[in-house]
């Protein structure tokens, strides 16, 4: 069984930075294409960030300067370290692959 869980989420001014985690388990990040994604309120899920399996790593346009996909292979954790953050970032971030889900954690960007 496939488990996928985010923490790292919280409330930062505009201009912070956060580093977002998902722990898997059932499942290996080394052989497996794994992403982040986000929804905003009243807004549809989407991608943030991508890492394949050979490590390569692809991003939304509006989040490729500020934001950072990594995985640890021996934790099996994946992380999305976000700088420079605006109010528009706001939203539950969530962890996927093979059509997994995770639960998801709030990231809110206010002063």
């Known amino acids: 069984q496939v488990q996928l869980v985010e923490s790292g989420g919280g409330l930062v001014q505009p201009g912070g930075s956060l580093n977002l985690s998902c722990a898997a388990s059932g499942i290996a990040i080394r052989i497996n294409t794994m992403a982040w994604y986000r929804q905003a309120p009243g807004k549809e899920r989407e991608l943030v960030a991508t890492?394949?399996?050979?490590?390569?790593?692809k991003y939304a346009d509006s989040m490729k300067e500020r934001f950072t996909i990594s995985r640890h292979i021996v934790k099996n954790t994946v992380y999305l370290q976000m700088n420079s953050l605006k109010p528009e970032d706001t939203a539950v971030y969530y962890c996927?692959?093979?059509?997994?889900w995770g639960q998801g954690t709030q990231v809110t960007v206010s002063s």
């Open positions: 996927y692959t093979r059509s997994v």
């Open positions: 890492i394949g399996i050979s490590g390569s790593t």
